[in-house]
């Protein structure tokens, strides 16, 4: 099953779990940015970063794109229906085991989930449980370093170097460096987990549009990776 088969079958499953009718409406979008919310640490971060992912997407491509973020509970079925989620923090990270359940059926029937690294702690809190949190879901070696090859770096820009820096990375794993890959989980050859500790999510907080703190759009690679969760 590809991303966009699971997606097909997860939207005509939700039509039985009784979705408000503004979650309903979702269907007549190509994407919807999805936030997961987790019973523990600190999940609404970086406030402004979806409304900037969303623009970024109405002005580089012909997504029809809901301008509007939905936060689901992890533990709520409705988010097995989303084509993208994204979870963030910066503090230790526990699933419940509603929570663990459904980020292994997700991932492991197509979904993608992008993580980043909120990185405002120096011993590496939110990146030693989370990476605990998936080898005890998917195994020890199942999260990987990406290769700067990897089609994510390609699939609408162009990133020959690999991820993107930001002015937020350093000590993101507790380990006082600066770390030039991102990991991931595959499953069956497709990304299913995307891993950044380079805080992403703060960088694109910015409002580089009106230059009030970068001089340009640092929202490209949020681009690559929504093209490539839609269509890998």
């Not at 979705?19 to 019973?39: E, G, I, N, V």
């Not at 709520?76 to 663990?100: N, Q």
């Not at 949190?133 to 370093?145: E, N, V, W």
Request: charged fraction near 25%.
């Amino acid at each position: 099953m590809n991303r966009a088969q699971f997606l097909k079958a997860m939207l005509g499953a939700a039509a039985t779990l009784a979705l408000p009718p503004a979650r309903a409406q979702s269907a007549a979008f190509d994407f919807w940015f999805t936030r997961l919310k987790y019973d523990s640490g600190d999940w609404d971060v970086d406030a402004r970063m979806p409304s900037n992912l969303i623009t970024s997407l109405i002005d580089y491509t012909s997504l029809r794109v809901d301008p509007k973020e939905h936060v689901l509970e992890l533990s709520d079925p409705k988010m097995l229906s989303a084509p993208f989620c994204y979870l963030a923090g910066h503090k230790a990270v526990e699933f419940s085991p509603a929570e663990r359940r459904n980020f292994e059926r997700y991932v492991r029937n197509g979904g993608f989930v992008f993580v980043d690294d909120c990185n405002h702690d120096i011993d590496g809190l939110f990146a030693r449980s989370f990476e605990a949190q998936m080898a005890t879901i998917f195994g020890p070696r199942a999260l990987k370093k990406l290769p700067n090859s990897h089609a994510i770096y390609s699939s609408f820009f162009k990133f020959p170097d690999g991820p993107p820096a930001t002015s937020f990375e350093l000590n993101g794993w507790g380990d006082d460096l600066v770390h030039d890959y991102l990991k991931g989980i595959e499953i069956d050859g497709r990304l299913g987990v995307l891993y950044s500790n380079k805080d992403y999510g703060c960088e694109w907080d910015y409002d580089w549009r009106n230059k009030r703190f970068l001089a340009e759009d640092n929202t490209r690679f949020a681009v690559n990776i929504v093209i490539y969760a839609l269509s890998a």
